[in-house]
């Protein structure tokens, strides 16, 4: 009898068994077994001093709305500003000058200047620094600058080295190149009347920036015209920063990291370099070893990783159709294995074809065919869609990047239709000219409602100056990167160890926390004074000064570089109303 029940109870577990199988083999499994993205925040909690300062230390822009080459200096200026949340009253050529108090900067963007010597005597007289962001040969003001009076003419030269560290890691770069030009004075070092700070020089030792001390104020002078590039916003930053005592703008705080075409389908059979040098085929090389040695350079330089999902790798167009098995399968492995790690899936096409029609793009350089219609990326766009549904869940969408960062305005309408959650399109923040580059600044898109532009700094894994030089730009300018490895990842990982890691997502998130964010201050001998509006806390700043901090109230500070000539503070504020004290 007992034999019997055993049999019986055998039977069961196999017949079970057996259906068990038989039902996750008609069942989409992966329907089980959603994955998580990081949320969308969609309330925040703003805060507002009721100490508003109506005296606050101003910034004034001169500037020449006739002047079109010029202006690019000036846009660049407020761009930079902008993003600081600092406050600034712009002046136009045929404008005459408000009263300037002593705390106060003035900038000037323009090689015409309608300022006389006499008004440049009393702004020096009672402290005024001035900064002058573009070459001008006015006569004027060369004392001011503390060069000889006389004629001097324009020469092109290239390139740029630091005599004075500005900033940590920028200061170290030199470049010997055309990714710097500069159209300059031919000033030489024995053109000098006075004794001045020479902060950087091109690659031929012309020097391009400097700091002259006149009366009581600090002079600026830009022999270039490298603003007009916005590749060098971070410089212009800490450049305003070194002569401005009680300047602090705001900054991200943030590091990102992209990988484009991933999750996607494996490419099959072997390749000859893995195969030679692992004795395997792709499939298995990106499956057991790419897979881990990315995510633990993630983790080991503190990143987290958003990637970009493809579906296929065709050129159809015009009937799009459905993902093999083979596909299906690459794609549902590697992105759970993504998701595991503390990270972001967004999406990178249905196919590589850059989302343009006929016309908004050079279609021969890259291989592409132009879609027919909008209505045909959406059809693309729902597969891809539906693939991911299937594969991991209903998950939000929140993060597009167009295949070769090309994008038309059709493309990005389609986008949005078929993924209503999207919040963000990271095309590229400097490229060249070229049709239908998807080039962009920080902030709404002109295009589609409530999706942000968040573009991309850096791309590739090339480690040289070139590329330093955009990442570090973009770090002194907004505390702020993006895609990078090895190398360059453990270089700002060693250098800006204060950078938080982001999803994409989640740094949208926080711009658009403080995307209203208004600040005030003011320096009253040694304590400077903040207060904030709209404020969605924390807020971060860089500051920074000769003066060593001694106290702060309603934050807290930590210190980032130091030498003889400044030191450089992240101030992270946590009240509506902030007072730094410094050291005598």
């Known amino acids: 009898m007992k034999n019997k029940t055993k049999v019986l109870i055998l039977i069961l577990i196999i017949l079970v068994t057996a259906i068990t199988i038989q039902l996750f083999r008609i069942i989409n499994t992966n329907s089980l077994f959603k994955v998580k993205q990081p949320k969308v925040q969609t309330t925040f909690n703003y805060s ?39 406050e600034h009253i712009d002046i136009d050529l045929n404008e005459s000058l408000p009263k300037i108090q002593k705390n106060d900067l003035l900038l000037i963007t323009t090689e015409q200047i309608n300022i006389s010597k006499k008004q440049f005597e009393e702004l020096t007289n009672i402290g005024v620094n001035i900064g002058f962001l573009i070459r001008t040969n006015r006569r004027n003001i060369q004392n001011f600058i503390g060069v000889k009076e006389k004629t001097y003419k324009y020469n092109v030269k290239n390139g740029i080295k630091f005599t004075k560290n ?8 030199s470049l010997d190149s055309d990714v710097i030009l500069h159209s300059l004075l031919n000033i030489t070092k024995d053109d000098f009347a006075s004794n001045v700070d020479i902060i950087a020089k091109t690659a031929q030792d012309n020097p391009i920036i400097w700091i002259n001390k006149y009366n009581k104020s600090k002079i600026l002078f830009v022999n270039s015209t490298l603003f007009q590039d916005k590749l060098n916003r971070g410089l212009m930053l800490q450049l305003i920063t070194y002569i401005n005592n009680n300047f602090l703008p705001v900054i991200f705080n943030a590091k990102l990291i992209h990988i484009d075409d991933f999750p996607a389908p494996i490419k099959q059979g072997k390749d000859e370099i893995i195969f030679k040098e ?30 970009f999902i ?18 299906i399968n690459d794609i549902n492995y590697l992105g759970r294995k993504l998701l595991e790690f503390d990270s ?7 196919n590589h074809n850059s989302l343009v029609t006929d016309g908004e793009m ?17 059809e693309a766009l729902k597969k891809l869609k539906n693939l991911i549904y299937s594969i991991y869940g209903e998950i939000p969408i929140y993060s597009y990047v167009p295949p070769s960062n090309i994008m038309g305005i059709e493309g990005q309408k389609a986008v949005k239709n078929v993924f209503p959650e999207i919040k ?14 998807f080039l962009q600044e920080f902030g709404p898109n002109e295009v589609v409602n409530d999706v942000y532009n968040l573009p991309r700094i850096s791309s590739g894994y090339i480690y040289d100056n070139s590329q330093l030089w955009n990442i570090y730009n973009v770090i002194a300018q907004l505390g702020y990167l993006y895609k990078n490895f090895a190398l360059l990842l453990k270089d700002v990982h060693k250098s800006f160890p204060f950078l938080r890691p982001m999803t994409t997502v989640e740094f949208y998130n926080s711009y658009k926390a403080n995307e209203q964010l208004k600040v005030y201050s003011k320096q009253e001998n040694n304590k400077i004074y903040l207060t904030y509006q709209t404020a969605s806390f924390p807020i971060n700043h860089y500051f920074k000064n000769l003066k060593k901090i001694k106290s702060i109230t309603g934050g807290n500070y930590k210190l980032l570089f130091s030498n003889n000539e400044y030191n450089l503070y992240l101030i992270t504020s946590n009240s509506t109303d902030v007072i730094i004290e410094l050291e005598n």
Request: no cysteine; glycine share 6%.
């Open 344 to 350: 972001e899936l967004g999406i990178h096409g249905y």
């Open 310 to 327: 493809i579906g296929q790798y065709n050129l159809n167009v015009n009937n799009p159709s459905d993902f093999y098995e083979s596909d």
């Open 166 to 173: 500005i900033f940590p890691k920028l200061s170290d770069i």
């Open 48 to 86: 507002s001093s009721k100490n508003k300062i109506i005296d606050y230390d101003k910034i004034y822009i001169l500037y020449d709305k006739n002047n079109t080459n010029v202006n690019s200096v000036f846009y660049n200026l407020i761009k930079v500003l902008e993003q600081a949340k600092i």
């Open 362 to 378: 050079n279609f021969e350089d890259y291989g592409y065919n132009p879609w027919p219609s909008r209505e045909k990326m959406e």
């Open 424 to 437: 963000v399109y990271a095309g590229l923040y400097i490229a060249s000219k070229e049709k239908g580059v």
């Open 278 to 307: 692992y004795g395997i085929d792709n499939s298995v090389f990106f499956k057991n070893i790419w897979l881990s040695d990315v995510f633990n350079l993630f983790k080991k330089y503190d990143f987290k990783p958003t990637a």
